[in-house]
């Protein structure tokens, strides 16, 4: 069903001369076995956190990026 939707979808952006919102391409790497893990698989949460929150991690990019001159100072 995902692989006749992304062919779906290029085939109608095609028509309507726009870029597909989904392609066999994203459904290939939607499909891939790494992007999941068996249930049985995960590490319990108790067992390992992230040491850097969403917020933080973010902040830290951004600043490496304008530090190293990959985006503008505000």
């Known amino acids: 069903a995902w692989r006749a939707a992304g062919a779906a979808s290029e085939a109608a952006a095609r028509l309507a001369g ?5 392609s066999r391409g ?7 076995g790494d992007w999941s893990v ?6 319990h949460p108790a067992r390992w956190r992230p040491q850097v929150d ?3 991690g973010f902040e830290e990019t ?3 990026y304008r ?5 503008p100072r505000l």
């Open 18 to 22: 726009r870029a597909p919102m989904l």
């Open 26 to 32: 994203k459904v290939r790497e939607i499909l891939h």
């Open 38 to 43: 068996a249930p049985g698989r995960r590490v």
């Open 54 to 56: 969403l917020t933080r």
């Open 62 to 64: 951004v600043a490496w």
């Open 67 to 71: 530090q190293s001159g990959r985006l």
